[in-house]
C-alpha cells in the first residue's frame, strides 16, 4: 500500500508540474494530466486511496504555493478535483464505465464520455469558485470556462489513454507477443516531426484558423495503418510537440482555446479512429477464425482450401490433406474438466501452426477435428508430417500432475492429379480417419496404401 501512496504522489507531481510548463497562456494550461491521475488510480485501486490523492495534491502545489500561503479558494479547487475527478472513478469502478485497457470503439467512447462530463462539471465549479474569490476575473470567466474544461479533458484522454498502451504492452510481453513492428515506430518518430514542423509554421504565420488541423493528418494517417494504440500514441507525441514547439517560439498571438480545442481533436480521431479499426480488424478475424485456439475456422477453410486445390490442378503439383481427430475427447473433459479440455485444444492447434509452413494451411473444422491442407504434400511428406504431430500430442501433458492425456487419430488423402473436388478429398481423409480410430486410434491412415514413413 505504501508503494501505491507513493506511486500516486510521484505520478501527480510530475503530472502538475507538466501542466505549468505547458502553459500556453498566464492562466490556462494546454494539457493537466494530474486530472488523468485521479481518475486511474482511484478507478484502479478504490476509494481507500482518496488519502493518497489529497496527499498527492498538496505536495504537487509546493513548488509554487506553499501550504502556509493557501486561502479558501486553493482549497475549494482540491475539493473540486477531489470529488469530481475521485467521483467519476468511483462511480465509473461501481458501474463498469470505464474499462482499461481500451480494446474497443465501445471502450473509447466510454472513456471520451467519462472525460467529458466530468471535465465539465470540473470546469462548471472552478468559475463559480473564481466568480467568488477574483471578481477582476469574471470578465473573462468564458475563457476560463473553456481552459479548465479542455484542459482536464486533454489530460483525463492523454493520461488514460497512455495508461492503456501501457497495459496492453505489459499484457503483450507477458504472451510472447510483438510489441511493435519496425514501421510503427518510424511513423511515429515521423508523424511527432510532421507535427512539430507544422505547428511552428502556424505559430510564425499566425494561420491556425485556416491550416491549423492539418495537425490532425500524420495521426489520422498513420492510425489507419497501425491500428489503436498507434493512435493513442500519435496523439499523445502530436501534442506534446505541438505544445512544446507552440512555448518555445512563444506564439502568444495564437489563442489558447484555440490550441486546447486542436489537442482535444488529434486524441479524439486518433482514439476513436483507431479502436473503429481495431474492431474492424477483430470482426473480419472472428469471422474467419475459431475463437478458441484461433486457428481458420470450416468456413475459412474451404474457401482458401479450394484456391490451393485450383493451382495444384493448374501447376499439376501435389496437395495432402491430413485430418485428425482427438481420442477419448469427451473423456478428457469428464476427467479433467472443460478448462482442461480447452487448453488442450490450445495446445493441439499450437502444435498444429508450428509444423506448417507459410503456404499451408491448419483449420479446427469440428469440435476435436482439426484439418492441414499441406501444398506440394506428396505422400511421402504428409506421412511423415502426420507422424511427427501424432507424436508431439501424445506428448502433450497439462495438469498440476503433467499427466499425458492426449492422442490422435489421422486420416490422410493425396491430391495427385485429377478432378477431385477439396470436398471429395477431405471425405477421403475422413473416411480414412475412422479406419484408424476402428484399428486402435493413435495412428495414421492413408486413403490408399501408406508410404514407408522415414524420420
Known amino acids: 500500500m505504501t508503494n501505491r501512496y507513493l506511486i500516486i504522489i510521484a505520478a501527480y507531481f510530475l503530472c502538475w508540474q507538466f501542466a ?11 494539457l493537466y494530466p494530474a486530472a488523468g491521475v485521479i481518475v486511474f488510480f482511484i478507478h ?16 504537487a502545489n509546493l513548488p509554487q504555493t ?15 478535483q477531489l470529488v469530481v475527478y475521485g467521483g467519476a472513478a468511483l462511480l465509473a469502478r461501481k458501474y463498469n464505465g470505464l474499462s482499461l485497457p481500451i480494446d474497443s470503439l465501445n471502450s473509447s467512447i466510454r472513456l471520451l464520455a467519462l472525460s467529458l462530463i466530468s471535465s465539465l462539471l470540473s470546469a462548471v465549479l472552478a468559475i463559480g469558485i473564481f466568480w467568488l474569490y477574483s471578481p477582476s476575473l469574471r470578465p473573462y470567466l468564458n475563457v476560463i470556462f473553456s481552459g479548465f474544461w479542455l484542459g482536464d479533458f486533454n489530460g483525463i484522454v492523454l493520461f488514460l489513454g497512455l495508461a492503456s498502451v501501457v497495459i496492453t504492452l505489459k499484457q503483450q510481453i507477458k504472451m510472447g507477443a510483438a510489441i511493435a513492428s519496425r514501421d510503427s515506430v518510424i511513423s511515429l518518430l515521423a508523424s511527432s516531426v510532421v507535427v512539430a514542423v507544422l505547428t511552428a509554421i502556424l505559430s510564425l504565420n499566425n494561420s491556425l484558423d485556416l491550416y491549423g488541423y492539418l495537425i490532425i493528418l500524420p495521426v489520422l494517417i498513420g492510425t489507419i495503418a497501425f491500428g489503436l494504440n498507434f493512435g493513442i500514441l500519435a496523439s ?3 501534442n506534446l510537440s505541438a505544445i512544446c514547439t507552440y512555448n518555445l517560439l512563444d506564439g502568444q498571438q495564437i489563442p489558447a482555446i484555440q490550441i486546447q480545442l486542436l489537442c482535444a481533436m488529434v486524441i479524439c480521431v486518433g482514439m476513436l479512429l483507431g479502436s473503429a479499426i481495431d ?4 470482426a473480419h478475424f472472428d469471422a474467419s477464425h475459431d475463437p478458441l485456439t484461433c486457428l481458420i475456422n470450416r468456413r475459412s477453410f474451404f474457401f482458401f482450401g479450394k484456391t490451393m486445390l485450383e493451382r495444384a490442378k493448374r501447376y499439376q503439383h501435389s496437395l495432402a490433406i491430413i485430418m485428425l481427430d482427438l481420442d477419448h475427447f469427451k473423456r478428457v473433459n469428464d476427467t479433467y474438466g472443460h478448462e482442461q479440455g480447452d487448453q488442450l485444444l490450445c495446445a493441439v492447434a499450437e502444435q498444429c501452426r508450428s509444423i506448417t509452413r507459410a503456404g499451408d494451411l491448419s483449420a479446427r473444422i469440428g469440435g476435436e477435428e482439426f484439418v492441414l491442407l499441406i501444398e506440394h504434400g506428396d505422400a511421402s511428406k504428409a506421412a511423415q508430417i502426420a507422424e511427427r504431430l501424432r507424436r508431439e500430442i501424445y506428448k502433450i501433458n497439462l495438469g498440476e500432475n503433467k499427466i ?10 493425396v491430391f495427385c492429379g485429377g478432378n477431385e473436388s477439396l470436398n471429395d478429398l477431405l471425405k477421403s481423409a475422413d473416411k480414412a480417419l475412422y479406419v484408424a480410430k476402428n484399428n486402435g486410434r493413435n495412428q495414421v491412415v492413408f486413403d490408399t496404401p501408406a508410404p514407408n514413413i522415414t524420420n
Do not use: C, H
Open 20 to 30: 505549468i510548463l505547458a502553459r500556453v497562456s498566464d492562466n490556462v494550461s494546454a
Open 44 to 59: 484502479r485501486w478504490g476509494w481507500k486511496y482518496l488519502p493518497a490523492t489529497v496527499l498527492a495534491m498538496l505536495v
Open 66 to 80: 506553499p501550504l502556509w500561503e493557501w486561502t479558501a479558494f486553493n482549497y475549494l479547487n482540491l475539493l473540486r
Open 236 to 238: 499523445v507525441l502530436a
Open 279 to 282: 474492431d474492424q480488424k477483430a
Open 404 to 413: 499425458a492425456i492426449a492422442s490422435a487419430s489421422f486420416g490422410v488423402s
